[in-house]
């Protein structure tokens, strides 16, 4: 809500560039430019069960998979991954902030 004195909120966004640990760089995807933006302003997007997500953090960090199942009571959901070495692997209770949806160009 204060990036941007609220210009930007609930407008959808790619990472395209870790600059530090805490800091990104943005592509804006409705309104279109680059931005740089503190993780603390950040928000996951959590797809339908069945939909592609993208592992972030931890162990399988850049592995894609499928959502299937969500635990809103623990923040965490259940992804099975879909290509790769370790394909078929679930991964359980991975907390929201470690994937998000999927964007496909």
Known sequence: KRLGDGKYYKEKAVVVEVVDRYLGKLKML????????????????????GGRVQIVNGAYR????????VNTGKYCAD??????????VSVQELPYEDFSKLHVE
């Open 30 to 49: 409705d309104i279109h430019g680059m931005i740089k933006c503190d993780q603390e302003d950040l928000e996951t997007v959590i797809p339908q069960i």
């Open 62 to 69: 850049g592995e894609v998979g499928v959502l299937q199942s």
């Open 79 to 88: 992804v099975k991954i879909s290509q790769g070495p370790n394909r078929g």
